[in-house]
């Protein structure tokens, strides 16, 4: 599986960016598909989640109705749109994979394979 990240940036504190995630190498019916962030000198840290197979999403309580997770099925691209950015925002965005996803969300530890950080910068 690989997946390349891109979208990231500088941006404005209140302005939008589209982070997208190009997959591939599977089919990935039966993948969970997962933004994390990293700022510097802190943990890599849960965003968003999305199953494949039934677009269910999950969201990290900070970015809850700022930050949008969804997947195009048919270009095998997930995106992570994200509005009313905070300074706060700023980090390294990683998008994930994990195979044989249930009926829950996976932890950080459980996610198979990982893309390469998108940076995103929001000044204040």
């Known amino acids: 599986v690989q997946l390349q990240a891109s979208g990231g940036g500088l941006v404005q504190a209140g302005g939008s960016l589209r982070l997208s995630c190009a997959a591939s190498?599977?089919?990935?019916?039966?993948?969970?598909m997962g933004w994390f962030r990293q700022a510097p000198g802190k943990e890599r840290e849960f965003v968003a989640a999305?199953?494949?197979?039934?677009?269910?999403?999950s969201y990290a309580d900070a970015v809850k109705g700022r930050f949008t997770i969804s997947r195009d099925k048919v270009n095998n691209m997930v995106y992570l749109q994200m509005n009313s950015l905070k300074p706060e925002d700023t980090a390294d965005y990683y998008c994930?994979?994990?195979?044989?996803?249930?009926?829950?969300?996976?932890?950080?530890?459980?996610?198979?394979?990982w893309g390469q950080g998108t940076q995103v910068t929001v000044s204040s």
């Open positions: 999305i199953k494949w197979s039934n677009g269910r999403t």
């Open positions: 994930a994979a994990r195979s044989g996803a249930g009926l829950g969300f996976p932890s950080r530890y459980e996610y198979d394979y």
């Open positions: 190498g599977r089919t990935f019916s039966s993948y969970d």
